[in-house]
């Protein structure tokens, strides 16, 4: 079964998303990717999964600066909607 997202929620998501590493883009781009499509990424059933588990990293062990820790609650909030 796929998904599937309005533009406007794409061009916040697509926003948000190049505000982070490139890392980040790609583990959070490949989820959404396979979550519209009806499948799983890694183990994540949504991508906004994938922002929290990258939230909690954060909080034990900081590699965001605090705009990009920001960014990353936006975009999870963003990923939400899109459900």
Request: a neutral charge; proline letters at 5%; glycine letters at 4%.
């Amino acid at each position: 079964m796929s998904k599937s997202i309005n533009l406007l929620q794409e061009s916040n998501i697509s926003h948000f998303l190049r505000t982070l590493p490139a890392d980040i883009q790609g583990n959070i781009s490949a989820c959404l990717e396979k979550w519209l499509i009806g499948e799983t990424a890694a183990g994540y059933p949504h991508p906004a999964q994938v922002c929290a588990n990258l939230q909690a990293a954060n909080e034990r062990q900081p590699f965001l600066d605090v705009q990009q820790a920001m960014n990353l609650q936006v975009l999870k909030s963003h990923l939400r909607v899109a459900v």
